[in-house]
């Protein structure tokens, strides 16, 4: 494992997208769900954000930060919709690593988008079936949880799409301020 | 969008009927159902065999039909009816329940876990 200290700038990035996600990931939570279980999950934009233009590690930190800070302001941290979130987030960013890993060239926001919200779908729909409730009639949810995952996953990986065109649009006319490789 | 994208929601939305098949398909069906009265012992019947079971509750009997694999609550004496309006159980998993006549009735299938649920 490569153990080298970020260095200052990308600490700083990964503390001005880290509070980003956190305040979306706070705001969202004040939403009423038609479904429990069912959530767009907007804070997950600024992952994808983040992975494509910083790559996978400040990606993973703003991520896990989220998900950390965001249930202590909540007052959820260590209860079960905690475990449920960290476990998808870890599973996104597993899966979305490993498509970075591979296919960086060829992918962009959507495709993380998507793979990310199945893979956190599955994991948290796991992580609740062999902790909370080991019931078979849990099952039945699951087809309509992936279909709802990969509806958000388009409609998250659209938004940060447009969010990126305009970090660029932002960036071009900052000279000044230089992109992190 | 890159041409990968496409495909990995093709993918994906393929994915899909597959797994609504397997999971709200036939071979999603329950072999059995578990009959509860009260705080007794649960009773077990095949819903291979069709047939009428009249359960005596706390109010009076209800009329549970077992069909085609199906079981479900005809007659109760309930004021709400609401376990004959939840209609037929056949997935397993699938439970109903006439709260004022004590009586539960919940299918199974192979496999089935221990647990119904865990709280905390």
Not at chain 1, 69 to 87: A, D, E, R
Not at chain 1, 106 to 130: D, K, P, R
Not at chain 1, 157 to 175: D, F, N
């Amino acid at each position: 494992m490569n153990t080298t200290i970020a260095s200052e700038r990308n600490d700083h990035i990964i503390a001005w997208f880290a509070a980003l996600a956190i305040a979306i990931h706070v705001l969202e939570s004040a939403i009423p769900s038609p479904v429990p279980g069912i959530k767009i999950g907007l804070a997950n934009v600024v992952t994808i954000v983040v992975l494509v233009q910083f790559g996978w590690r400040t990606a993973a930190w703003v991520s896990i930060l989220r998900v950390l800070v965001g249930s202590l302001i909540i007052g959820s941290f260590l209860s079960p919709t905690f475990v449920l979130s960290l476990s998808g987030a870890c599973a996104s960013l597993i899966a979305i690593g490993l498509a970075y890993a591979i296919a960086r060239q060829h992918l962009s926001a959507l495709g993380y988008s998507v793979i990310a919200a199945v893979a956190h779908i599955l994991a948290q729909f796991w992580t609740a079936y062999l902790l909370f409730i080991p019931h078979d009639a849990l099952f039945h949810l699951l087809p309509i949880l992936t279909t709802v995952a990969i509806v958000t996953g388009i409609v998250n990986g659209s938004l940060a799409l447009a969010v990126q065109k305009r970090l660029k649009l932002l960036m071009s006319e900052a000279p000044n301020v230089d992109q992190q490789p | 969008m890159t041409r990968l994208d496409l495909l990995i929601i093709v993918v994906a939305l393929a994915a899909l009927p597959l797994l609504y098949w397997q999971l709200w398909g036939p071979n999603y069906r329950g072999t059995e159902v578990n009959i509860l009265v009260g705080n007794q012992k649960a009773q077990r019947y095949s819903l291979l065999r069709d047939q009428t079971l009249a359960i005596r509750g706390k109010l009076g009997d209800s009329i549970i039909h077992i069909k085609n694999g199906s079981a479900a609550f005809i007659q109760s004496p309930c004021p709400n009816k609401q376990c004959i309006h939840s209609g037929w159980q056949h997935r397993n998993g699938d439970t109903t329940a006439c709260l004022p006549n004590r009586i539960t009735l919940s299918v199974v299938g192979d496999g089935f876990a221990r647990f119904d649920s865990v709280n905390f």
